[in-house]
């Protein structure tokens, strides 16, 4: 069974940046996990955000975050990243990290089995 922990949500002002911190545990390394990270606003439902494969070998982004947000895993410390630059107040939402078992990365909340309990993030115009 692995857990997943997020941290490092806030408060921002538009234009400002987070970091976002996700640790795995209880299920070996991450290195044999996929990692993506979604998020759900009010009244929405949850939609993904990012993901990198087990290797890191590949990367997925939404449209609307391209050239603003970078994921990153470290397998060694078993925590996975998402750096928010440029935030803008349509990025507000509750951000979730999660984990599936595999090589693949996928756009779809189904496909992953792991999931933490989300961090905030509010940001301000």
């Known amino acids: 069974q692995v857990r997943v922990v997020e941290s490092g949500g806030g408060l921002v002002q538009a234009g400002g940046s987070l970091r976002l911190s996700c640790a795995a545990s209880?299920?070996?390394?991450?290195?044999?996990?996929?990692m993506a990270w979604f998020r759900q606003a009010p009244g929405k439902e949850r939609e993904f955000v990012a993901a990198r494969s087990w290797n890191g070998g590949t990367t997925d982004y939404m449209d609307s975050v391209k050239g603003r947000f970078t994921i990153s895993r470290d397998n060694v410390e078993n925590t996975v990243a998402l750096q928010m630059n440029s935030l803008k107040p349509q990025d507000t939402a509750v951000y979730y990290c999660?984990?599936?078992?595999?090589?693949?990365?996928?756009?779809?909340?189904?496909?992953?089995?792991?999931w933490g309990q989300g961090t905030q993030v509010t940001v301000s115009s």
């Open positions: 999660a984990a599936r078992m595999g090589s693949a990365t996928y756009r779809t909340t189904r496909e992953y089995n792991y």
């Open positions: 209880g299920g070996g390394t991450i290195s044999s996990y996929s």
